[in-house]
C-alpha cells in the first residue's frame, strides 16, 4: 500500500535491480518501497534464459560491458562478484548448471529466482507496491514524492531501476529517461541491443535459409564474436549475430567467416586431394546443404575444383571467411534482448550509483548506459549496481 509512511528509499521498478537493490537495503534496516506499474514483479526475469534464467555470468569483467564510459562499471563489478550471487543462489537450494562460455542458468525455472528475491525483501520488510502507474514525482526539501493515482509515498532517496524500453510487451518503457532527465541527467541516445538484424535488397535470398544454423565468427567494427549465427526469416539472428548487434550502427556492414576453423589455403588444398570436387560438394561436407549450396551458388563456382584456377578458389577462401552483409535495421525493441545507451554515466558515481548534483536520487541496472553482453552479463550488472544503491542509501 502507497501511504505517506517514513520510508526511507522509494525505489521505481520490480525488476531484477531494483528487487536485489530494495531487498539489500531492506535488510541493512532501511525502510523501503518497491513501485511497479506491472501486476506481478520480475516479468523479464521469468522469460529469461528461455524460462530458466541466465542469472550470471563467470566470466564477468568491465571489458564485457558496452558503455560511453567504458571504466563506470569496474566499481560496482568489482565489489559485487559472479560469486557472490551464486552464494545467495545456492543458500536458496537452487539447483543450476554451467551451459558455455560461462553461462550459469537455473536447473528448474526463473520463477526461482523472483521467489528468492522476494524471499531477500520479505526478509528486510521490504514494501512492494504493483500496479501503481506512477503519475508524478516531485522533489522538495530533500525529499521525493512519488504519486500514483490519489495516493502519494516520500522518502530522502529515489532509486530509477525502471529499466529500458526492450520488450514492451512485458511493460517497459523510457520512463526512466523522462525522469532523468526531469532531474538534469543527460541520456544516452537508446537503441535495441541484443537484437536480431534484418537483411533488405538482394540479401534477402538468404531469408531462403531460414532456419538454419552454423558456427561462425562474426564482426561488427573492432568486436568479434564466435558463436551460432541462425538465418531467420526476417535476416540474421543467432547469439553471434546478437552479440555484435551491439556494436552494429546503421549503414555499417557485418563479416562473417562461415569456416572458421579452416586453414588458410584450404580450398587448394581440397583441389589437391579430391581434384573432382566441386565447391559445393566441398562446402557440402563443412557445412549445412542449404548455406553450402547458396554460398557456393554466390560465388558462382560449380566447376570441378581441378578446373578452377588457384586464384579463383582463393578468392573463393577470401570471401567465405569474411563474408559481407548490409543489415538494412534490427527487428526492433519488440525483439531486443537489452536497450543499449540510457541515462549517462557522466552524472552517476560509480561507487554508489548516485546521481553527483542530485543528492537522493540513483539510477541502476538497464536504465544506466551500461550493457552487458549475451549470457547472464546484464543480470550481473543488475545484482552489481544494486548492490552499489543500496550499501550507500
Not at 145 to 155: F, K, L, M, N, P
Request: charged share 20%.
Amino acid at each position: 500500500m502507497l501511504s505517506p509512511s517514513p520510508f526511507d528509499a522509494i525505489i521505481l521498478g520490480a525488476g531484477a535491480a531494483g528487487l536485489f537493490c530494495a531487498a539489500i537495503a531492506g535488510q541493512r534496516g532501511k525502510q523501503v518501497l518497491v513501485i511497479d506499474h506491472a501486476d506481478a514483479p520480475g516479468k523479464k526475469i521469468l522469460i529469461s534464459g528461455g524460462g530458466r534464467c541466465n542469472f550470471t555470468n563467470i566470466h564477468t569483467q568491465a571489458d564485457r560491458y558496452l558503455s560511453a564510459n567504458p571504466h563506470f562499471a569496474k566499481s560496482a563489478l568489482g565489489r559485487y562478484s559472479p560469486q557472490d550471487f551464486i552464494n545467495l543462489v545456492d543458500a536458496h537450494g537452487i539447483a543450476w548448471h554451467e551451459k558455455t562460455l560461462g553461462q550459469l542458468f537455473c536447473d528448474g525455472s526463473a520463477k526461482q529466482i523472483v521467489a528468492m528475491l522476494l524471499d531477500e525483501c520479505d526478509k528486510g520488510g521490504v514494501t512492494i507496491a504493483l500496479g501503481h502507474a506512477i503519475r508524478v514525482v516531485e522533489h522538495a526539501d530533500g525529499r521525493y514524492r512519488v504519486s500514483c493515482g490519489d495516493r502519494s509515498a516520500e522518502a530522502p532517496a529515489l532509486v530509477i531501476a525502471t529499466g529500458g524500453p526492450s520488450i514492451p510487451k512485458m511493460g517497459a518503457t523510457g520512463f526512466a529517461y523522462d525522469l532523468a532527465r526531469q532531474f538534469g541527467l543527460k541520456v544516452v541516445e537508446p537503441r535495441p541491443a541484443l537484437v536480431p538484424l534484418t537483411l533488405g535488397g538482394d540479401e534477402t535470398l538468404f531469408r531462403s535459409l531460414s532456419g538454419v544454423a552454423t558456427d561462425v565468427v562474426a564482426r561488427a567494427g573492432k568486436a568479434l564474436f564466435r558463436e551460432a549465427a541462425l538465418f531467420t526469416h526476417k535476416g540474421l539472428s543467432g547469439p553471434a549475430i546478437l552479440q555484435v548487434s551491439s556494436y552494429w550502427r546503421h549503414g555499417e556492414p557485418v563479416a562473417i567467416n562461415f569456416l572458421p576453423d579452416a586453414a588458410p589455403g584450404w580450398l587448394t588444398q581440397a583441389k589437391r586431394q579430391q581434384p573432382r570436387a566441386t565447391l559445393r560438394s566441398t562446402l557440402g561436407a563443412m557445412l549445412p546443404d542449404r548455406l553450402a549450396a547458396t554460398l557456393s551458388d554466390r560465388i558462382g563456382g560449380d566447376a570441378r575444383l581441378a578446373d578452377t584456377p588457384d586464384r579463383v578458389l582463393g578468392e573463393a577462401e577470401r570471401r567465405l571467411s569474411s563474408w559481407t552483409f548490409h543489415p538494412n535495421g534490427t527487428e526492433g525493441y519488440a525483439k531486443a534482448e537489452v536497450t543499449a545507451g540510457g541515462i549517462s554515466t557522466d552524472g552517476l558515481s560509480s561507487q554508489t550509483m548516485e546521481a553527483r548534483k542530485v543528492p537522493g536520487l540513483y539510477a541502476i541496472g538497464e536504465a544506466v548506459d551500461v550493457t552487458g553482453w549475451l549470457g547472464g552479463y546484464n543480470f550481473q550488472w543488475a545484482w552489481a549496481s544494486g548492490h552499489a544503491a543500496a550499501a550507500a542509501i
